[in-house]
DNA sequence: TGGTAATCGAGACGGTACGTCACGTCTTTCG
DNA sequence: CGAAAGACGTGACGTACCGTCTCGATTACCA
């Protein structure tokens, strides 16, 4: 194979010398990756073989970017789900409804990788700092700041813990898109808007 | 090393002929699996012949039992969860808090399996199948009771869902215990009073 | 591939529990590293996993055997070799361009492997000892006999030294053959003739 | 690393356009090989890598001047080597001993590299012109110089083949430095006095 | 009581993937 | 434009496990 072109990655860097890495083979690598899950493989046999050969690139390319399988698969579902949704400020119900149930494009391919990350995120402090960085801080945020808008506009209790009430909404619907964890919930296509009724009658002004 | 003494295991069975299987190689296996667990061996670098090796059995002894690694890790882990914990019938709230914080004596080495057999559940239909019936249905059953009980007593409303009230009990203690999805809950000791509260105060009759 | 059948080698060894190696895998890697050779690709560039796919053996299999190429190299040269050829008592001389000429079926391999050898023997103390075991001393030996018999003849003069001697012999026509040394004999036919008469009259009784 | 300075090798060559060639780099290059070899690297385990790192030289500016590793070892051994010795005329048999006894300061260096030589001077054509130009006929021509002022003056056979005799003179005494092919000379330190000795005698007038 | 049959620990089997290393080439910046 | 630096695709290295398959040696059942 012709060899990939050139186009620096990490132009600021303190590495000015050589031949600076090649940011095509970069999005190949991470192409690849998504790829190959999207056609499903699964994570556990995943192999940077596989990867690599896909990519059209030298296992060393990878290994020269990053530590491990686990490292690269975070970027690579970074990658993927992009930048969290914004609310539309109608009302807090409606804004929760939107954000519990927006689905990426590509979220077919997330949720096949996000369980997986699990054990890794688990066990590595570095994994479990680009995950909450990444994916989760980020979307924290965004429900914060629409039950503070509650708040200030008196739908909501003034004293209630907003980080308590952001991970009571997201935990359920999390695990059920993830593992399916009660399979009586199956049926519930409107799930979200229940799992926001509760909660906000519970912290209700 | 010595071969294992031979009390059978299944003694009724439908093989009658031959050497029966010995129950004590059954049991140092899955001790096998539990004892590298807990001196830190992580799930993905567990390795049949290390289990093998530690048990004093034949790797072929493992495969004659199980069908692989997820199997009997599942069967491990079921073992080491035991049955879940009985409500005493104090109050709906009371009983709520108790089955949510029960840990049990081992359960250091379940909140580090417990995540990686996310991805097992996810992609295998009977991993699926083994954990809601040995881990997630029992306790889900346990609660439902304990909600149902307090419809009956006029504390719960009639209406309410139980099947989703079960859910937002327990989906936030468990991704809080399993990857600490919110950094920002890590100072609630009384995580499980207040997440209670909301959901009761959101049912409340 | 179907797995090898399993005549056990070294019967009488002190492995005596698992299964036996294979006799047959045994057999088939030699042979694959001969017939590769004699396909023309060179030492250097002959590679352990080509001789592994070659034999239809996994890479360990070899590696359970020998302790690297070297090793293994040796073993099929030796192999390769056989027994040295015995003179027929005619005459010293007749006998000496007898034994200086003999070429073995195959040893088109052989002169094509020998080369390959002087770095490791000149290297690894094992190797050098297999190589003078399996190869060298025994053509020695044949030579030494040859010579005593004629100095027991009358032929050759009591007092030379044998070692000096068979040395002469072989040397000369080792590096040709090999490596060519002084392209001005490429000529002569009668190679083993003439250095055979130079020694016999400079040791002549 | 500060760049080499660049006096410029081959001055008055074609190229005279853009920055010259480096002879210090090119001398670096050759002392970075016969450095590494002295300090017990093999010349099988000596990579290109090795020496660009050692001679603080890139690997394209090996590569444009060497067409590879053997190329480069050649080189490097033909430098080492030094021109032949020169005989001094007292007799043949004192020339002969001389010239097959005379070891150069740094022939610790050459008897490692030589045996590594030989493989390559196997295979391929140009290496075997090259050790033939620069090492090998160098050191034929001066014996054959002696022998035939040895006919001349009466001392050997006028129709002696003055090329067998050198091949017979200096094949014992090359397979004994290079590989101790026969060990039991090992003690013989006046091994070239009785090769020579027994030449002659064969082909004495 | 002696044969039959399945299991035992042990470890070799053909494979696959690992992560590293060196190859020889290519592409930067610097002098 | 040559220099160093170092990334590139390639491919072999030697290791670790995979899940399967012999081995000889134990057990149990059944005749």
Known sequence: MTELADTPVQPGAARTQGRPRSSRA????????????????????????AIAARAGVGKATIYRRWAGKDDLLLEALVKLKGPPPQPEGDSVRADMIR????????????????????????????????????????????????????????????????????????????????????????GYEDLAEQVVDVVLRGIAA
């Open 99 to 186: 954000l519990l149930t927006v689905v990426g494009p590509k979220d077919e391919r997330a949720v096949r990788v996000m369980p997986c990350l699990f054990p890794e995120v688990h066990r590595s402090s570095e994994a479990y700092r680009i995950w909450q960085e990444a994916m989760a801080e980020p979307r924290r945020e965004v429900m914060r700041q629409v039950l503070r808008r509650g708040i200030a506009a008196g739908e909501l209790r003034a004293g209630i813990d907003v980080e308590i009430a952001v991970s009571m909404l997201i935990s359920p619907m999390l695990l059920h898109r993830m593992v399916r964890w009660n399979p009586a919930l199956d």
């Open 26 to 49: 970069h999005e190949a690598i991470l192409e690849a990756v998504l790829d190959l899950l999207a056609e499903g493989v699964s994570v556990e046999t995943l192999s940077m073989e």
